[in-house]
Structure formats: C-alpha cells, structure tokens
C-alpha cells in the first residue's frame, strides 16, 4: 500500500475559470523524498495545500477525487487531525510567523503548545529540531528581526517540530543562499531516511537530481512526467513544454548538437557535467 | 527595523514574579480607585505609595521615569492646561489671559484629572512593561478565555508596527514612481489612495496565509494546549487579587453613596 495514494484529484477554485488540478493520479510510498516541479501558475503549491489538507476543507470551489495519506482519507477526516499527520511550509516564510511569539524559540513552541505536548518535552523537541536545521543560535530573536532565508528555515522548523508524518514544503529555499539551500536538502534528506515522507516543490534542479528520489513534473494542473531525477531532469519534454532546466543540463545538449558530448545521458550537476566532459 | 516588538522588559522583580492576571486587577484597581475613590487627593497620594514604589520594587524605575518625562508628563501636562483655562467653573478668577478666564476651582480640577490620566498612563506602562504578552495570553486563555481571541489580541499588539512599516516600503516604492507624497496636504492625501489597495488587499492575502500557517501547527486542535512559559500563580496572589477586589468594591460604593 502506498502512503499517499491521490485518485484522479481534481480542484477548481472559486474564482478560476478552469480546474487547476486535473486528474491527478500519484503514489508516494513511506520514506520517499519527490520533488515536484513546473513553471508558475501550474498549481504546485494548490497540490501542496491539497495532501496538507487545506483544499478542500480550507478553500472552498469544486473537489472532486480521492487523497489517502497512510490509509486516512482527507474527505473523511477534519483538518485539525489531518495536520497532526502532514505538516506543510510554504513559500512566504513571513506569513508563516504566528505573530503571536517573541522569540525563535517561543515560535517553534507554538506549534507543540496548541497540540498539548508537557512543558518539558516541549523544550527538548525545540531545542532537538534548532540544532537539526542550525538555528539553535537564533532562539532568542524576534522571529520579525531576521532575514528572508532565515526565517524560512524557522518556517521549516516549526513544522520539523511537530514530528509530521509526510511533509509538504513549497519552496522552502527560495530566499536562501547557495549554502542554505544545501543545508535544508541535506536536512530532509535525512528526515525521509528516517521515515517521514517528503514532497517538495523546488526549482533548483541540482539539489533534486542529488537529493531527491523521484520528480513530478506539473504543468497546467497536470503531470506531464515523472520518474527518476535524472531521467525527468534531462528529457526534451520539459525543454519542450517551457520548463527550466540546469545551466548544465543546457550546456550539455547545446554540446551534444556540435558533438563535443558523447554520453548518452545527459547531466543536471556539475559533477555530472564534468564527469562527462572529461570523456 | 524593530528588533523587540513589545515593551516588556525582562527583570527579576517581585513584580515580574507576580501573576499576570494579578497585575492587570492591580493595574484596574489603581485606575478605579484613581477615579471613584471620593477624597481630592486620592490619585496625587496613589503616585506617591502606589507608582513610584511599583516602579522601584519592579526595578523599572529608570525606564519608568524616561517614559514618565518624554510620554505621560506632556500629555497630562497638556491635559491640565486645556481643562485649566476652558473649564468654566467657579467665580475666584486668579489669572486672566485674553478672554480666558482661570479661576481657583478650574486649575484644582485641572490638576486632579490630570493627576488621574497621569495614575492611568503609568499603572497601565508598569503592567506592560513587567508582563511577558505570551505569559499574560497563556495565563488568560488557561483561565478559560478563548484562543482565538487571545490570539486576535496579541497578534494585534505585534502587527501594528509591521503594517506601519510596510506602509513605509509601499510609499518608498510608489514614491520611486512618481508618487508625490510631499507638495500640499490635500494633494498628498489624494495620492495617498493608491496606498490603500496594496495595503488592504495584501493584508487580506495575508490574513488567508497566516491562518493556513497556524492551522497547520495545530492551532484549532482540540487537545487541550500547555503552554512553554510556567506561569507563577501563588496563594500570596490569590489573596492580593481578592483584597484588590474588595478595595475597588469599597472605593465604587463611597463614590456611589450619596453624601
Ligand atoms: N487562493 C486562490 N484563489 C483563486 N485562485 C488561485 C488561488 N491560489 C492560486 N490560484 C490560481 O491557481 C493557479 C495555480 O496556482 P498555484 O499557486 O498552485 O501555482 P504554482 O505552481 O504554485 O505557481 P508558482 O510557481 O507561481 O508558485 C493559478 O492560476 C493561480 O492564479
Ligand atoms: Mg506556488
């Protein structure tokens, strides 16, 4: 049985015209780590709210499918149980601040207070989860005082936190620097060797082909493709249908037309690349 | 940008020991007895025992007196003068100024209203500047008031000055634009329209965000929430809250009692 498991899920909101999910069929089994992507607009963070729970018990329109996460249907659950299960980040980290906490530290609580966990474990988890993504030096702070990718990684930890069973991350790096964004791969990569469940939304084809185990191409509502980063990453269907692809990616194929590339495949990384070019 | 968002400071004081809802009917307390307590000098002598020695055992005195002098002086100050000369009480005119007249009882009124906003500023500043906001929450919503309120409250506290900041980076980049935000005052005000729709309509992105946010970190669960910060609530507390109560039931009732 997969852990997530969406039957031909489509959703319109109430304002669009046309569906922004249509027929989505996906398996996810426990552990796995998909990274999903597509140009704007394709309605990769409408999938996020969707396994996160929020369409259609948050935003209303028209639902229609099935979405099954470790055997639980969304239909049939509330939202404040499904949470318990799938945590969700997503893209704005200033929107993600309560508001209601002054520090770092108080922020990460929040999460675990609203779900009663005792005093004392509170702090250990807080602390536990600081060191996990590196912010244990920011306890302190007004979680208003730090910078954009700062606060994303306080986004992501506030979730960590809660010990979800699948999480959903839409674009989680998307202010941070080369480094962080390294960084947080790193980190959920060991969170789905330990068991949790990840689907992320990322643009940065790099870190996917390195870190995550399979990709979800979407577009207009729709996956186009999916399959092995290496495979999807590098097919002429997502230069075709207007994706982006890795700079190495592009140098490659641009390389394979005037034979200066000789591998069959071509590489999303720069080791990748290199490796290729010194053949 | 602002680093502390709220005006507590955190001291190991008597008073920031107290429990928050101990210092909030204390806070109530001076401001009524201020106000209803039937003797003239009721809200000079509450400075005197009541205040200053707050401040001090709260060991805020410095940061109490700063505010003291820059905030509530003026403003009690300007109090005093505008009820001191449009007062139009009493016949023993000790000062004339044009066609305002001073007269003994006017300046006496003056000097106790402003008396009684200066007690009200201050004991309402030394809450709020020994009580940890989050402690203040917990401690109202495990006493049975709703989350949701609570948090409308102090997200509120904590929003403002964002929303004010942001208004600045809108007029920064509409300014960059072509916005004239400096000729006439009624010409500014009209080009200030543009202002509102980024700042309402984000705001209401933003609201539909921030509640998805928290819902996803269990906000609307039903178990029952703990809270990170142990909230001292002592018999010593129990027993001030009652005794204040009692104070501000006595102070109502002389007021009340027809002399
Ligand atoms: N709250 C909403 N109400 C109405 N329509 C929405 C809402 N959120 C998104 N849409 C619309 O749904 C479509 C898909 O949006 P979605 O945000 O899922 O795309 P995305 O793939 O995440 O794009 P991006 O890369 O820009 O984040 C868009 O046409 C968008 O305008
Ligand atoms: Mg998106």
């Given at each position: 049985?997969a852990?997530?498991n ?8 109430p ?8 027929n ?6 426990e552990g796995?780590?998909v990274s999903v992507?597509?140009p704007?607009?394709?309605?990769k ?13 948050f935003?209303?329109g028209e639902f ?6 470790d055997g639980k249907?969304s239909?049939?659950?509330t939202?404040?149980?499904w949470?318990?299960?799938v ?5 704005n ?6 508001g ?12 675990l207070?609203?779900?009663g966990?005792?005093?004392d474990?509170m702090?250990v988890?807080?602390?536990?989860a600081?060191?996990?993504?590196g912010?244990?030096?920011l306890a ?6 730090l ?9 992501l ?9 699948l ?6 790096t ?6 962080g964004?390294?960084e947080?791969f790193g980190?959920v990569?060991?969170m789905?060797?330990q068991?949790?469940?990840v ?10 082909a ?12 729709q996956?186009?493709?999916e399959g ?15 994706f ?7 140098t490659?194929?641009?390389?394979k037309k005037r034979g200066?590339?000789r591998k069959d ?6 080791d990748e ?5 010194k053949? | 940008m602002?680093e502390r968002l ?5 001291r190991?004081?008597?008073?920031h ?7 909030l009917?204390?806070?109530l307390a001076?401001i009524l007895i201020?106000?209803t307590?039937?003797w ?5 002598i509450?400075v005197?025992?009541a205040i200053?020695p707050?401040s001090?055992v709260?060991?805020v005195f ?8 820059r905030l ?6 300007f109090l005093?003068?505008?009820?001191a000369f449009f007062?139009?009480i ?18 006496m009124?003056a000097?106790r ?9 201050s ?8 009580t940890?906001?989050s402690?203040?929450m917990s ?6 008031l709703?989350g949701?309120?609570a948090?409308?409250i102090i ?10 900041a942001?208004?600045?980076t809108?007029i920064?980049a509409?300014r ?17 329209i543009?202002l509102i729709?980024?700042?309402?309509f984000g ?8 509640a998805i946010?928290?819902e996803?970190?269990g ?6 929430k703990t809270s990170?910060?142990?909230?001292p609530?002592s018999?010593f507390?129990q027993?001030l809250?009652?005794a204040?109560l ?5 102070s109502i009732?002389?007021n009340?009692w027809?002399?």
């Amino acid at each position: 049985m997969a852990f997530i498991n969406l039957q031909n899920v489509t959703y319109k909101y109430p304002l669009t015209k046309g569906p922004v999910l249509q027929n989505i069929n996906l398996q996810v089994r426990e552990g796995e780590f998909v990274s999903v992507i597509g140009p704007n607009g394709a309605g990769k963070s409408t999938l996020c709210y969707a396994l996160a729970g929020f369409v259609p018990h948050f935003f209303k329109g028209e639902f229609s499918g099935e979405i099954e996460v470790d055997g639980k249907q969304s239909s049939k659950s509330t939202l404040d149980e499904w949470v318990l299960n799938v945590g969700l980040a997503f893209q704005n980290p200033f929107n993600q601040i309560s508001g209601a906490k002054y520090t770092v530290f108080e922020e990460l609580a929040f999460g675990l207070e609203n779900i009663g966990v005792p005093r004392d474990e509170m702090k250990v988890r807080v602390e536990e989860a600081m060191a996990l993504t590196g912010i244990s030096d920011l306890a302190d702070r007004s979680p208003y005082s730090l910078s954009g990718g700062q606060q994303q990684r306080v986004a992501l930890t506030s979730i960590l936190v809660m010990r979800p069973r699948l999480l959903v991350l839409d674009e989680p790096t998307s202010q941070m620097d080369p480094i962080g964004t390294r960084e947080v791969f790193g980190v959920v990569r060991r969170m789905a060797e330990q068991g949790m469940t990840v689907v992320m939304v990322e643009h940065k084809m790099e870190w996917i082909a390195e870190f995550a185990d399979r990709v979800i191409a979407l577009k207009e509502g729709q996956i186009l493709m999916e399959g092995r980063p290496n495979e999807v990453l590098t097919s002429d269907l997502l230069t075709e249908n207007g994706f982006g692809v890795s700079r190495y990616t592009s140098t490659a194929r641009e390389a394979k037309k005037r034979g200066l590339w000789r591998k069959d495949h071509l590489p999303v990384t720069l080791d990748e690349a290199v490796e290729g070019f010194k053949k | 940008m602002h680093e502390r968002l709220s005006f507590h400071i955190q001291r190991d004081s008597f008073l920031h020991r107290l429990n928050p809802l101990t210092k909030l009917v204390l806070t109530l307390a001076l401001i009524l007895i201020a106000f209803t307590f039937p003797w003239y000098w009721t809200p000079h002598i509450l400075v005197l025992i009541a205040i200053i020695p707050l401040s001090i055992v709260g060991k805020v005195f410095r940061e109490f007196s700063l505010t003291a002098l820059r905030l509530i002086i003026p403003a009690a100050g300007f109090l005093f003068l505008m009820q001191a000369f449009f007062q139009p009480i009493g016949e023993d005119v000790i000062f004339k100024f044009y066609f305002l007249d001073i007269t003994s009882e006017s300046l006496m009124f003056a000097f106790r209203n402003a008396m009684r906003v200066f007690v009200m500023v201050s004991a309402f500043t030394l809450f709020l500047v020994t009580t940890h906001p989050s402690e203040l929450m917990s401690d109202l919503t495990r006493r049975g008031l709703p989350g949701q309120f609570a948090y409308v409250i102090i997200s509120t506290l904590q929003i403002l000055p964002q929303m004010q900041a942001k208004a600045q980076t809108i007029i920064s980049a509409q300014r960059s634009r072509g916005l004239d935000t400096e000729s006439s005052f009624f010409k500014r005000a009209g080009s200030l329209i543009p202002l509102i729709g980024p700042l309402v309509f984000g705001s209401l992105v933003e609201v539909e965000e921030r509640a998805i946010a928290i819902e996803a970190r269990g906000f609307t669960s039903r178990h029952v929430k703990t809270s990170l910060h142990e909230i001292p609530d002592s018999a010593f507390d129990q027993f001030l809250r009652w005794a204040l109560l009692a104070l501000i039931i006595v102070s109502i009732g002389l007021n009340l009692w027809p002399s």
